[in-house]
């Protein structure tokens, strides 16, 4: 009875430690995910098949969500990770004209548009991009025109 207690004992307290490295560890992130104010970013460039739906998809299954960008700190940090790229962003106003819609439920309340943005151009543009500088643009959700994103940005909230 007594050498049963012994070996117990150890085993309880392995399984415990093993059990508390697992919850202690952060969540992964992708590898080459950029940390910032306590937020991972990754920006996915030159995307075959590119979607704003297909970017918001892929960002939820790595367990993100594309980029919601809510002060002048945070747009400036995303223009610097795009380097230049031209990215979708995690906003819509595919529901309602004009009423813009954070992915993950914030409130809209900054904006970082472009001069003359949006302006719902042809009367299709409803998603939110980074444009090369950096300024926000509403485009279609996807196409192979020049005009059109090449990529998208996805944040992790931790
Ligand atoms: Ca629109
Ligand atoms: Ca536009």
Redesign the pocket.
Known sequence: MRYLKILTVPAAALLLSVSLAVTDEAPAVPEGAVEHAGHHYKLFDDVEDLSWNRGKAHCAEMGGHLAVVTSTEEAEFVATLCDGAYAFLGAS?DGE??TWVWVDGTPWEFTWWMDGQ?N?YGGV??YLATYKKGRWV?VEASGEDFWMPTGYVCEWDY
Request: hydrophobic share 0%.
């Open positions: 106003d004209e004009g949006p719902n543009e409803d509403d």
